[in-house]
């Protein structure tokens, strides 16, 4: 072999060694794994809290104003409560209150429910069970339902509300004897509570707020039903009413399109567990407004029945009003004439 | 020559000596300039625990263009070695100097054992809490739970490493076939806002129908955490099941009927679970006065383990650490916003002695090596 020939044969060779070395003690390959976790331990705070400081995610908490019963016992509320008591009777029973806000994830309002039969030892409840199961109450000026599962030996009582794209539970779940034997006081503190923003500002209440004026007041001249009650409407809203059967009336106006009426229809059908529908789909669902040039309504229920939402998207020059009506079936039925109405007349 | 000596001669030479330690002191400054713009860790990963360094455009090739620590470090202990074998006779007069290049060579191994084989997770617990697992710094697992056992989860764990867009992963491990739609390093979620969000949702079904996700830059910063999300797709025997969308930054894992068998699915910092619960009873700490600069930390904690039933307290404070079954717990730090909420280190490393033993290894061939040369210098004077 010629002199550099060899030489190079021998840098190669020296080179593929330093190469390997390191190579060697550093093959480790990540792999699927599989293993048995004891369950979450009684005491243990949620995956979230468990983040070092600084890496939590932003995100205060909604503020929450009670008046609690004689009895109950404040508690500190912890990473994804914004309230939490307990209460205890001679007997040695028990029961825990507690005000959880979670974002809407979608599932129906009947799975929470079977969740929490579950919990308390029911089987599970078909959606026309369900109906007969809830009762309609106020959250907050808002229509929101409880649901009241006892079992042999413990029960809940849960009221369960969608706000602004917020689920709020209000749940008393212990001992089947206290539980029942608190039900009114339940609701009664379920009808002090005041659902305010992350800063701590409650809304006033239903009966003091009308909608607010300027800056913030719609762009539109609402004729108002006097069957509605106007509250204070949430972010991104212009105008806000609840009516006699517990529906909710929001009105928002924007400057665009806004993304079309597919956009919108779907992403309503997305807050009822709804899939998407294509744009050739669209006018099966959808029907004109009379007077209102473009305008459209549309009629929407959640598969299992518990929600109806009646939407309108009206152009307006160049801005895009939306008008929804959202309740139980029955509460959307009853408004749906004068909703509209109210739609048409709006200038 | 033959090509075994040639190697030999060149992995014990002084040359690769200096121009190793040449290179180790060049990477030293790039991993220090390094860290401005790319964080403490990423420069760690990128110049230090790495075979060689690479860049080039981004999203395009990349080319290596210096040795990283791994091969700079692991051809020093191999030059040392080498060298040593080569050139060292063992006499009395140099058991001082083989005692100290041992005390080197087992440093240097140490440091490549502790690179290798070192796991550092941390416990964030308020007073009162109870935590069986601690949850790594760094590293996520992709998790499909099975919750029916009563006593405990089966758990499916997919490391983040191997979650790429368009990854499909059909193992027998897995209850269905997994399919990455969207992985995302780092990215935050938010609710879904009217009439801003028009675009579909990011998963068809769970959670992430109304939810929004926002890629962010990686974090560079030591004290935060990157929290990635991905789209999963899942598909049992009679097809796809839908879209999810997974975060780290989600509280609870999510629902899923597989084969008609439930399941939950979560995106969540890689735990390990061990027998040894740690419960806070106390968290104290104490500022230097008049400053907000921490003076000392103490978390008094009560260690309960579910195999050998052994119940006992502890504290662990600054500089005194637990060492209990191969983990050592530290008290780290404190959550700002809630100053009742301990921050405990928990670090598994193997070869957390060797350090301390190559250490004194080293001193005593110091030592050892004075004092041959003092009595043999002493011993010629009186023979002079």
Same mark, same amino acid.
């Not at chain 1, 369960?160 to 608190?182: C, E, I, N, Y």
């Given at each position: 072999?010629?002199?550099?020939?060899?030489?190079?044969?021998?840098?190669?060779?020296?080179?593929?060694?330093?190469?390997?070395?390191?190579?060697?003690?550093?093959?480790?390959?990540?792999?699927?794994?599989?293993?048995?976790?004891?369950?979450?331990?009684?005491?243990?705070?949620?995956?979230?809290?468990?983040?070092?400081?600084?890496?939590?995610?932003?995100?205060?908490?909604?503020?929450?104003?009670?008046?609690?019963?004689?009895?109950?016992?404040?508690?500190?509320?912890?990473?994804?409560?914004?309230?939490?008591?307990?209460?205890?009777?001679?007997?040695?029973?028990?029961?825990?209150?507690?005000?959880?806000?979670?974002?809407?994830?979608?599932?129906?309002?009947?799975?929470?429910?079977?969740?929490?039969?579950?919990?308390?030892?029911?089987?599970?409840?078909?959606?026309?069970?369900?109906?007969?199961?809830?009762?309609?109450?106020?959250?907050?000026?808002?229509?929101?339902?409880?649901?009241?599962?006892?079992?042999?030996?413990?029960?809940?009582?849960?009221?369960?509300?969608?706000?602004?794209?917020?689920?709020?539970?209000?749940?008393?779940?212990?001992?089947?004897?206290?539980?029942?034997?608190?039900?009114?006081?339940?609701?009664?503190?379920?009808?002090?509570?005041?659902?305010?923003?992350?800063?701590?500002?409650?809304?006033?209440?239903?009966?003091?707020?009308?909608?607010?004026?300027?800056?913030?007041?719609?762009?539109?001249?609402?004729?108002?039903?006097?069957?509605?009650?106007?509250?204070?409407?949430?972010?991104?809203?212009?105008?806000?009413?609840?009516?006699?059967?517990?529906?909710?009336?929001?009105?928002?106006?924007?400057?665009?399109?806004?993304?079309?009426?597919?956009?919108?229809?779907?992403?309503?059908?997305?807050?009822?567990?709804?899939?998407?529908?294509?744009?050739?789909?669209?006018?099966?669902?959808?029907?004109?407004?009379?007077?209102?040039?473009?305008?459209?309504?549309?009629?929407?229920?959640?598969?299992?029945?518990?929600?109806?939402?009646?939407?309108?998207?009206?152009?307006?020059?160049?801005?895009?009003?939306?008008?929804?009506?959202?309740?139980?079936?029955?509460?959307?039925?009853?408004?749906?004439?004068?909703?509209?109405?109210?739609?048409?007349?709006?200038? | 020559?033959?090509?075994?000596?040639?190697?030999? /001669?060149? &992995?014990? +030479? #002084?040359?690769?000596?200096?121009?190793?330690?040449?290179?180790?002191?060049?990477? =030293? %400054?790039? @991993?220090?300039?390094?860290?401005?713009?790319?964080?403490?860790?990423?420069?760690?990963? /990128?110049? &230090?625990? +790495? #075979?060689?360094?690479?860049?080039?455009?981004?999203?395009?090739?990349?080319?290596? =263009? %210096?040795? @990283?620590?791994?091969?700079?470090?692991?051809?020093?202990?191999?030059?040392?070695?080498?060298?040593?074998?080569?050139?060292?006779?063992?006499?009395?007069?140099?058991?001082?100097?083989?005692?100290?290049?041992?005390?080197?060579?087992?440093?240097?191994?140490?440091?490549?054992?502790?690179?290798?084989?070192?796991?550092?997770?941390?416990?964030?617990?308020?007073?009162?809490?109870?935590?069986?697992?601690?949850?790594?710094?760094?590293?996520?697992?992709?998790?499909?739970?099975?919750?029916?056992?009563?006593?405990?989860?089966?758990?499916?764990?997919?490391?983040?490493?191997?979650?790429?867009?368009?990854?499909?992963?059909?193992?027998?491990?897995?209850?269905?076939?997994?399919?990455?739609?969207?992985?995302?390093?780092?990215?935050?979620?938010?609710?879904?806002?009217?009439?801003?969000?028009?675009?579909?949702?990011?998963?068809?079904?769970?959670?992430?129908?109304?939810?929004?996700?926002?890629?962010?830059?990686?974090?560079?910063?030591?004290?935060?955490?990157?929290?990635?999300?991905?789209?999963?797709?899942?598909?049992?025997?009679?097809?796809?099941?839908?879209?999810?969308?997974?975060?780290?930054?989600?509280?609870?894992?999510?629902?899923?009927?597989?084969?008609?068998?439930?399941?939950?699915?979560?995106?969540?910092?890689?735990?390990?679970?061990?027998?040894?619960?740690?419960?806070?009873?106390?968290?104290?700490?104490?500022?230097?006065?008049?400053?907000?600069?921490?003076?000392?930390?103490?978390?008094?904690?009560?260690?309960?383990?579910?195999?050998?039933?052994?119940?006992?307290?502890?504290?662990?404070?600054?500089?005194?650490?637990?060492?209990?079954?191969?983990?050592?717990?530290?008290?780290?730090?404190?959550?700002?916003?809630?100053?009742?909420?301990?921050?405990?280190?928990?670090?598994?490393?193997?070869?957390?002695?060797?350090?301390?033993?190559?250490?004194?290894?080293?001193?005593?061939?110091?030592?050892?090596?004075?004092?041959?040369?003092?009595?043999?210098?002493?011993?010629?004077?009186?023979?002079?």
């Amino acid at each position: 072999m010629r002199p550099i020939a060899r030489r190079l044969w021998r840098t190669g060779i020296q080179l593929i060694f330093c190469a390997a070395i390191p190579l060697l003690s550093s093959c480790r390959k990540p792999e699927i794994t599989t293993y048995h976790a004891p369950k979450e331990l009684a005491q243990s705070s949620p995956a979230m809290a468990s983040m070092p400081e600084g890496m939590l995610p932003a995100g205060p908490k909604p503020k929450v104003t009670w008046q609690a019963p004689a009895g109950w016992t404040e508690e500190e509320a912890g990473q994804m409560r914004v309230g939490a008591f307990t209460v205890k009777d001679a007997g040695g029973h028990a029961a825990e209150v507690t005000i959880i806000p979670l974002p809407e994830s979608g599932e129906s309002d009947l799975s929470n429910v079977n969740r929490w039969r579950k919990q308390v030892g029911l089987v599970a409840a078909s959606g026309d069970e369900m109906a007969k199961l809830g009762s309609a109450v106020t959250l907050d000026g808002a229509p929101a339902g409880l649901f009241e599962i006892s079992g042999a030996q413990k029960s809940i009582l849960v009221v369960m509300q969608h706000r602004d794209g917020t689920l709020w539970f209000v749940k008393m779940m212990g001992d089947t004897p206290l539980v029942s034997a608190q039900k009114a006081a339940f609701q009664k503190f379920v009808a002090s509570l005041k659902i305010g923003d992350e800063t701590g500002n409650v809304p006033a209440t239903a009966e003091a707020t009308a909608v607010p004026e300027s800056p913030a007041a719609p762009a539109v001249n609402l004729p108002t039903p006097k069957e509605w009650q106007p509250v204070a409407p949430g972010p991104m809203q212009d105008a806000k009413y609840t009516t006699a059967g517990g529906a909710e009336v929001s009105v928002s106006i924007f400057p665009g399109q806004v993304g079309g009426v597919l956009a919108n229809v779907n992403r309503w059908r997305g807050q009822l567990g709804l899939g998407a529908v294509a744009e050739s789909d669209l006018a099966g669902m959808t029907r004109p407004l009379s007077g209102l040039p473009g305008a459209v309504l549309v009629d929407l229920s959640s598969t299992d029945g518990t929600r109806r939402m009646l939407a309108a998207i009206v152009p307006r020059d160049s801005q895009t009003a939306f008008y929804k009506l959202t309740g139980i079936p029955a509460a959307v039925e009853a408004e749906q004439g004068r909703f509209t109405q109210f739609v048409e007349a709006a200038k | 020559m033959n090509p075994l000596v040639s190697l030999w /001669r060149f &992995f014990s +030479s #002084l040359k690769l000596t200096v121009t190793l330690l040449t290179l180790a002191m060049v990477l =030293v %400054f790039l @991993g220090t300039m390094g860290e401005v713009h790319e964080g403490l860790y990423q420069a760690q990963q /990128r110049y &230090f625990r +790495s #075979l060689l360094i690479w860049t080039g455009p981004s999203g395009g090739p990349q080319f290596p =263009v %210096f040795p @990283g620590g791994w091969l700079i470090g692991a051809l020093l202990l191999v030059n040392l070695i080498t060298a040593h074998i080569s050139r060292f006779k063992f006499t009395r007069k140099k058991i001082g100097i083989f005692i100290v290049h041992a005390g080197l060579i087992l440093l240097l191994f140490g440091g490549l054992l502790t690179d290798l084989f070192q796991v550092e997770s941390y416990l964030r617990l308020g007073k009162g809490e109870q935590l069986n697992y601690s949850i790594d710094n760094r590293h996520n697992e992709l998790v499909l739970l099975d919750p029916t056992p009563a006593d405990y989860d089966n758990v499916v764990s997919i490391p983040e490493a191997l979650l790429h867009d368009g990854t499909v992963l059909n193992d027998s491990r897995l209850p269905c076939v997994v399919t990455v739609r969207q992985y995302y390093g780092n990215a935050d979620i938010r609710q879904r806002a009217p009439m801003m969000d028009v675009g579909p949702a990011p998963a068809t079904q769970g959670l992430g129908q109304s939810l929004t996700v926002l890629p962010q830059a990686p974090i560079t910063k030591m004290d935060a955490r990157d929290t990635p999300a991905a789209v999963i797709e899942l598909s049992d025997a009679k097809g796809s099941l839908g879209t999810w969308l997974v975060s780290s930054l989600m509280d609870n894992a999510q629902e899923v009927t597989i084969n008609g068998h439930p399941w939950k699915i979560a995106l969540r910092g890689q735990r390990y679970y061990r027998p040894a619960a740690v419960k806070l009873l106390e968290f104290t700490h104490t500022n230097y006065q008049g400053t907000d600069i921490p003076q000392s930390f103490a978390s008094r904690v009560q260690v309960t383990d579910s195999n050998t039933g052994e119940k006992r307290e502890t504290v662990i404070s600054m500089n005194r650490p637990l060492r209990y079954e191969g983990q050592t717990y530290y008290q780290s730090g404190f959550d700002q916003n809630d100053p009742n909420v301990t921050i405990l280190q928990v670090v598994h490393n193997p070869g957390w002695l060797v350090p301390y033993i190559s250490c004194a290894l080293i001193a005593l061939g110091l030592v050892v090596q004075f004092l041959t040369h003092l009595i043999a210098f002493t011993m010629k004077r009186r023979t002079a």
